[in-house]
């Protein structure tokens, strides 16, 4: 069975960081490989996020986050997520993340986490084969 649309990602920028150049560039890499890409702008709540990704159907979160608060933001993500139904909206993310938290966001649920130096293929490559669009199930 074909897929009817590209997959769709929000790519959102929560709390109060207040720096989106690396993810108004992952935005930019995403939608140039053809998926549809959301982006939410600056300093969103997980609620306003989470609203967003099930409002425009999407595919999976990606959360750009780079002020230290990544354990207590993608926690709350997925647990909105899983609250909505809407659980099968895969999250995954990149910043300033510190090598010992990124074992525990993914068992909390965060599908990949993504380091400084990660190229933006990788990115792409990665989406392309882990999220799968709706239509493909």
Sequence with gaps: MGVTGPIRVVVAKPGLDGHDRGAKVIARALRD???EVIYTGLHQTPEQIVDTAIQEDADAIGLSILSGAHNTLFAKVIELLKERDAA????????????????????KGVAEIFTPGATTQSIVDWVHAHIRHPAEA
């Design 88 to 107: 099968d909206i895969k999250v995954f993310g990149g910043g300033i993340i510190p090598e010992d938290d990124i074992a525990p966001l993914k068992e």
């Design 33 to 35: 490989a053809g998926m």
